[in-house]
């Protein structure tokens, strides 16, 4: 049997895999995996079930469920798991389609599976990954997706009807068995909903949709106090001194964190440094009270915390690391394990900037910033 397997580079410098894969060694199922540094991978995954995205529909799921896509972390792989449907697998896998006749077995070039992709945060897409680890000689042979903006809460059949506007993100592309297939999205619209097509069939195990959230303007108005730097309020990670162990961009996600990896948790610092976190609030806004929560850091928690500010509002101030222009809101503050930390600010100071130290190093949890958008 023979394997075709191609990589290139496209036009926007992406790595490209096509092509099959070679059939299963044995060992380490990802020995033979190809993946890639995407640039656009730093930002968070829009689509990520932890922060509410669904895939709502499906044409088909024969093999693999449709809600595998949005799981966190890798794709599993179980040589010797089968079940009464086949060969168990970490993923949305459609049946083969076939053609209408004996002499014609084959589908028709257009047809297609799809699955519909609520984001958990509406917001303006960089990049996407569709991930077709362990499907070898099972996976599509090309892939779409499509974006839309529609209010409130749309039903399949409404994202379904024929007057819904889908604008191509990713045109129609042959992607790569066993490949994290890589692309950069240039449009940079608000989506809410994506289609994602595979020609003509097969499986994909997970979706990734790299950007930055836009959430509903009204919505936060209506809300009047909300959390500044949360992500589905449109809160952000610009960087941080240390990713070791976990992202930083955990702090900012909902809900509370039952395990230290659901954190932000840094290396040992064998200097006499500090660690941090750069964040860009929701907007210009005065924050007025912070919960700094240490939950499940019990020999590795931060051990104190200060908190800064700044206004880079028009364009003044440059929020870089060391630029000038910071206030502090909160002084050096020793934090206890495993709690959650409230703290009144002064309630006085604008700010579309906040970076957070800790010293040395160690672990948060979560960091929420409530306050009110500045006005303007
Ligand atoms: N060996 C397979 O994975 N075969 C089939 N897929 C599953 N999941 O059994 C197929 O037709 O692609």
């Known amino acids: 049997m023979s394997t075709s397997s191609s990589t290139g580079t496209s ?98 070039d257009h047809e297609h599976d799809w699955a519909l992709i609520r984001l958990g945060v509406p917001g303006v897409v960089h990049g996407i990954v569709v991930d077709t680890a362990h499907f070898r000689g099972n996976h599509p042979q090309a892939v779409a ?15 379904l009807a024929p007057g819904t506007r889908w604008t191509a993100l990713v045109p129609r592309t042959p992607v790569g068995g066993h490949a994290a297939n890589g692309f950069a999205v240039r449009d940079r619209q608000r989506w809410t ?26 919505w936060l108005a209506a809300l009047g106090t909300f959390d500044l730097a949360a992500l589905e309020n449109g809160g952000m990670v610009e960087d941080a001194s240390d990713r070791f162990y976990s992202s930083p961009l955990n702090t900012i996600r909902p809900g509370g964190s039952r395990r230290m990896d659901e954190g932000w948790e840094t290396r040992r610092r064998r200097d006499k440094g500090h660690d941090w ?8 806004s005065v924050p007025r009270a912070v919960e700094i929560d240490t939950s499940e850091y019990k020999g590795n928690s931060a051990g104190w915390v200060a908190l800064f500010a700044l206004d880079a509002g028009g364009g003044g101030a440059d929020p870089a690391e060391g630029a000038e222009g910071w206030t502090e809101l909160l002084p050096r503050t020793a934090l206890q394990p495993d709690t959650v930390h409230r703290f009144v600010l002064p309630g006085d100071r604008t700010a579309t900037h906040l970076r957070m130290e800790i010293h040395p190093d160690g672990g948060i949890a979560r960091l929420r910033v409530h306050g009110s958008l500045a006005g303007e």
Not at 277 to 284: D, I, K, S, T
Request: charge should be neutral.
């Open 193 to 218: 909903h994506l289609r994602l097509s595979q020609f003509p069939d097969g499986g994909i195990a997970r979706l990734r949709v790299y950007g930055r959230p836009v959430p509903d303007p009204d």
């Open 277 to 284: 976190v750069r964040y860009r609030l929701a907007g210009r």
């Open 145 to 159: 997706v499509e974006g839309t903006e529609l209010p409130g809460t749309p039903s399949p059949a409404e994202l």
């Open 11 to 108: 036009i926007s410098g992406i790595p490209r895999f096509t092509g099959d894969a070679a059939p299963y060694p044995g060992g380490d199922p990802y020995a033979d995996y190809r993946g890639a540094d995407f640039p656009f991978a730093t930002l968070p995954d829009l689509a990520d079930r932890r922060l509410g995205g669904a895939v709502l529909a499906a044409s088909d799921e024969f093999f693999a469920e449709r809600e595998n896509l949005l799981l966190p972390g890798p794709a599993r792989f179980d040589p010797e798991r089968f079940g009464h449907k086949g060969k168990v697998m970490d993923g949305w896998e459609t049946r083969r389609r076939r053609g209408g006749s004996a002499g014609d077995p084959c589908p028709a």
